[in-house]
Structures are given as structure tokens and as C-alpha cells.
T-cell receptor, first 111, second 113 residues
Framework: KQEVTQIPAALSVPEGENLVLNCSFT??????LQWFRQDPGKGLTSLLL?????REQTSGRLNASLDKSSGRSTLYIAASQPGDSATYLC??????????FGKGTLLTVNP | DADVTQTPRNRITKTGKRIMLECSQT?????MYWYRQDPGLGLQLIYY???????NKGEISDGYSVSRQAQAKFSLSLESAIPNQTALYFC????????????FGDGTRLSIL
């Protein structure tokens, strides 16, 4: 059974700092990995999807990496802003197309 | 307008009532999903549908039923609501294939008293 773990559970940083969020998964036979953002009381916004054949994917100030062999992915956020404050979730699809989610990292960027 | 729309956004109801949550999408995706999110447990899959005639149970389908009325519409019903079904419910869609991302609606916050 696939398990997804995100560390840390919460992170507080000053504005402008670069930061890394971590995601690990137990079954490396994945097709892709998806990073989401969730604002309080809101739905999930897809940030990046990395295919299993890729090692990195970039969108603006966000960069996601994937190392299938070690079962790890990182989300790098450059020059953090207060508007980046949210919960960040990673997820991988399973054999029945179900996404297995981590429990998320709650990020607070302080002005 | 949102690509994946859920109604209602919030609902408070009593134990034993029948409730229907609705999801519609304008993305033209064949696949639709219902998840629930509970604090500390993450998201769990309730049901998923690959097309109008193909509906499958997820990991926590007991107490729930679904209807795929059209490619664009996928409804979730709680036949007799109970308090432990209080949660945030999400609908998602995707194109066919393992490589496709899932796109989520804004969720329905359901409270059962």
C-alpha cells in the first residue's frame, strides 16, 4: 500500500526566504507526482505535475524535483511571499487511479 | 467561471437526512472522482467514474452512493447522514490515463448534527 509522508508538518519563514518542502513515498512504481496548494476553506489548486520520466518541473518561483529511486520529491519556493502562505500537498496515483495524498505542510510566510 | 463547480459550498443538516452533493465540469474530462478530507487523515477516495457507464467504489464508499448523469455531472449522495460523515468533500476530474493531473473543485463543507 502506497504511503506518502510530508515533512515538515508546518513551517514558518520570513518573507524573501527560499524554502524546501519534502515529500516521500514508499512505492517507487509511480507514473507521476503532483503538488497542490490548498488555502483555508478552499479547494486544491494543482501547482506542478512531474512525470516519472522527468527529474524537474518549474513554474515561476516554484521548482519541483523527483527522485523515483529514493522515493522522494521536493518543492522549492524561491523568494517566498506572504501570499504563498497555504498548505502544500503532494500526491501520487495508484493502480486504481486513486491519488494517495500526504497530510501536507502548512506554510506561513511572515511579512 | 470555475472549471469544476461543486454545489452547495456549505451545508448543515441533521442525522438521518438524505443529502446530495453535486459536481459539474466544463473541462470535457471523462474521469470524475469524489474525495473526502478529514483533519489529520488527508484525502480519501469515495467513488470514481471513468465514463457515464463506469462507476467504481473507492476506499471509503460505505454510506455513500453516486450518480453519473452525464459526462459533465457526477453527484454524491448520503442516503442517511451520520455525524462522522462531517467533512470537506471534493470533486475532481481528469483526462484518461495515469499521466494526467487531477483538477479539483472548491469543495463542499458538510456538517451533520
Amino acid at each position: 500500500k502506497q504511503e506518502v509522508t510530508q515533512i515538515p508538518a508546518a513551517l514558518s519563514v520570513p518573507e524573501g526566504e527560499n524554502l524546501v518542502l519534502n515529500c516521500s513515498f514508499t512505492d517507487s512504481a509511480i507514473y507521476n507526482l503532483q503538488w497542490f496548494r490548498q488555502d483555508p476553506g478552499k479547494g486544491l489548486t494543482s501547482l506542478l505535475l512531474i512525470q516519472s520520466s522527468q527529474r524537474e518541473q518549474t513554474s515561476g518561483r516554484l521548482n519541483a524535483s523527483l527522485d523515483k529511486s529514493s522515493g522522494r520529491s521536493t518543492l522549492y519556493i524561491a523568494a517566498s511571499q506572504p501570499g504563498d502562505s497555504a498548505t502544500y500537498l503532494c500526491a501520487v496515483p495508484g493502480s486504481n487511479y486513486k491519488l494517495t495524498f500526504g497530510k501536507g505542510t502548512l506554510l506561513t510566510v511572515n511579512p | 467561471d470555475a472549471d469544476v463547480t461543486q454545489t452547495p459550498r456549505n451545508r448543515i443538516t441533521k442525522t438521518g437526512k438524505r443529502i446530495m452533493l453535486e459536481c459539474s465540469q466544463t473541462k470535457g474530462h471523462d474521469r470524475m472522482y469524489w474525495y473526502r478530507q478529514d483533519p489529520g487523515l488527508g484525502l480519501q477516495l469515495i467513488y470514481y467514474s471513468f465514463d457515464v457507464k463506469d462507476i467504481n467504489k473507492g476506499e471509503i464508499s460505505d454510506g455513500y452512493s453516486v450518480s453519473r448523469q452525464a459526462q459533465a455531472k457526477f453527484s454524491l449522495s448520503l442516503e442517511s447522514a451520520i455525524p462522522n460523515q462531517t467533512a470537506l468533500y471534493f470533486c475532481a476530474t481528469s483526462e484518461a490515463g495515469y499521466h494526467q493531473p487531477q483538477h479539483f473543485g472548491d469543495g463542499t463543507r458538510l456538517s451533520i448534527l
